[in-house]
């Protein structure tokens, strides 16, 4: 069992950056894909980004050019580094750790419990 522990999220203004973290309890982190979704108020879970185990990276035409997604093996994390962040309705963003580099949520084994990002006007 992988527990992932989110971090980073809160209120930010339109045009700012937020940094989120995703912490796994084991030392396995290596071995996993990691992913980022985000989910809004009475909306289904939408990907966001994914990093393989070689550090291949996949991202949301949305986020492209604003939002990086890395990883740091020794320090069991990955990163979602958010800029130039446009105000819409707060979200929580939630990452998932697989066997799989893929977009599907359902493809993911572990989840974290979500940090929540609000980006005011």
């Known amino acids: 069992q992988v527990q992932l522990v989110e971090s980073g999220g809160g209120l930010v203004q339109a045009g700012g950056s937020l940094r989120l973290s995703c912490t796994t309890s084991?030392?396995?982190?290596?071995?996993?894909?990691m992913g980022w979704f985000r989910q809004a108020p009475g909306k289904e879970r939408s990907f966001v980004a994914a990093i393989s185990t070689r550090g291949g990276l996949y991202s949301a035409d949305s986020v492209k050019g604003r939002f990086t997604i890395s990883r740091d093996n020794a320090k069991y994390t990955v990163f979602w580094q958010m800029n130039s962040l446009k105000h819409e309705a707060p979200a929580v963003y939630y990452c998932?750790?697989?066997?799989?580099?893929?977009?599907?949520?359902?493809?993911?084994?572990?989840w974290g419990q979500g940090t929540q990002v609000t980006v005011s006007s």
């Open positions: 998932a750790a697989g066997l799989q580099f893929i977009t599907t949520a359902g493809g993911y084994l572990y």
């Open positions: 084991g030392r396995s982190f290596s071995s996993y894909a």
